[in-house]
Each structure stands twice: as structure tokens, then as C-alpha cells.
């Protein structure tokens, strides 16, 4: 069974300073990851995909498949990053579509 | 574009009785999943439909049911309602050729069974 496990339920830095969100999986097979994110006040979004590579708003994520990770990270925090950030997965060998697993969220807030 | 719609927005019922959701995906996004959100369990899969067939399921039991209409409209419903149905159940829709996993989500139907 894929599993998602997000350690840190909730998470303060400062602004300016660097932030770290983790991330671990476990999936016998072939998974993508995903952050998503949720603003107060605002559904739930995608923020970034690995497969993509890219940075948004600042944010990077490198899939570890030694590690089974998925650490989103940002190396200056912004008072407009304070939300709660969900890592899923999903098989992407497979038929899922739209079926992804989440983990629990971690509540990110940067303090001014 | 208008993003996906879910109604109602806020409902309560009492034990036993059963309940719909409608979800209006984003136009010309025929993919809709459907995923119950609380704060013991987090976000959990119940399950997707394409082209008016379902084409993944969760763990639910089968008192969770949904079904989806011709204009890629989906309903859900869940049946003889107990407590621990109380939760925030949204909908996301996925556009036709889209990458998996990729997902648009509406603002959700909160369900307080008493």
C-alpha cells in the first residue's frame, strides 16, 4: 500500500529565513509526487510536480527515490508562504489519474 | 474560466438520513474525483469518474456511492449517515489529456451529521 508521511504537523520560521518541509514515501512502485497548498481562505492547489523540475513562487522539491523523500524546500520564507502544504503521490505507471494519496499537511508559518 | 463548483456548500443531517453532493467541473474537464478531508484521517480518495464511469475507488464503504452525468457533472451520496461522515468532501476535476495527478479542486460541501 503507498503511504505518505508528512513528520512535521506544524512549522514556524521567520521571514528571510530558510524552510524545509518534509516529505517520505513509501510505494513498491513507480510514484510521482506533488506538493499542493492551501491558502487561508482558498481551496486546495497544486504547487509543484517533480516531474516538472521547476521552482513556483520560490519553492523546489527533489524526489530522493534512495531516501524516499520528497523535502519541499525554499531558502527565504515570505511571510505569503503561511499555509498548509500537503505531499501526495500518485502511481504513475498506472491508471490513477486522479487518485492521489495524501499525507497530513504540514501548517507552515512565517512570522514577520 | 469558472473553476469547479460545489454544492451545497455547508450541510447538516441527522444519523440515518442519506445526503447528495453535486460537483460542476471545470468546463471541458471530463475527469472528477472525489476525496472526504478530516482532521483525524486528512484527505482520503473515495473515488473518480470519467466519461460517466468510475473509474477508481477508495476504501469506502458502499454506502458511498456517486455517479456522473453526460455533461461531466458528479454527484455523490452517501446513505444512511452515520457520525464520522461529518467532513469537508470536495471534488477536483482533471482537463482531458492532462497529466495525472494534476488536479483542480472546488471549495468543498461540509457535512455535520448529528
Known amino acids: 500500500a503507498q503511504r505518505v508521511t508528512q513528520p512535521e504537523k506544524l512549522l514556524s520560521v521567520f521571514k528571510g529565513a530558510p524552510v524545509e518541509l518534509k516529505c517520505n514515501y513509501s510505494y513498491s512502485g513507480s510514484p510521482e509526487l506533488f506538493w499542493y497548498v492551501q491558502y487561508s481562505r482558498q481551496r486546495l492547489q497544486l504547487l509543484l510536480r517533480?516531474?516538472s523540475r521547476e521552482s513556483i513562487k520560490g519553492f523546489t522539491a527533489d524526489l530522493n527515490k534512495g531516501e524516499t523523500s520528497f523535502h519541499l524546500k525554499k531558502p527565504f520564507a515570505q511571510e505569503e508562504d503561511s499555509a498548509m502544504y500537503y505531499c501526495?503521490?500518485?502511481?504513475?505507471?498506472?491508471?490513477?489519474?486522479?487518485?492521489?494519496?495524501f499525507g497530513q499537511g504540514t501548517i507552515l508559518t512565517v512570522h514577520p | 474560466k469558472a473553476g469547479v463548483t460545489q454544492t451545497p456548500r455547508y450541510l447538516i443531517k441527522t444519523r440515518g438520513q442519506q445526503v447528495t453532493l453535486s460537483c460542476s467541473p471545470i468546463s471541458g474537464h471530463r475527469s472528477v474525483s472525489w476525496y472526504q478531508q478530516t482532521p483525524g484521517q486528512g484527505l482520503q480518495f473515495l473515488f473518480e469518474y470519467f466519461s460517466e464511469t468510475q473509474r477508481n475507488k477508495g476504501n469506502f464503504p458502499g454506502r458511498f456511492s456517486g455517479r456522473q452525468f453526460s455533461n461531466s457533472r458528479s454527484e455523490m451520496n452517501v446513505s444512511t449517515l452515520e457520525l464520522g461522515d461529518s467532513a469537508l468532501y470536495l471534488c477536483?476535476?482533471?482537463?482531458?489529456?492532462?497529466?495525472?495527478?494534476?488536479?483542480?479542486f472546488g471549495e468543498g460541501s461540509r457535512l455535520t451529521v448529528l
Open positions: 517533480h516531474i
Open positions: 501526495a503521490l500518485i502511481d504513475a505507471g498506472g491508471t490513477s489519474y486522479g487518485k492521489l494519496t
Open positions: 477536483a476535476s482533471r482537463r482531458v489529456g492532462g497529466p495525472s495527478g494534476e488536479l483542480f
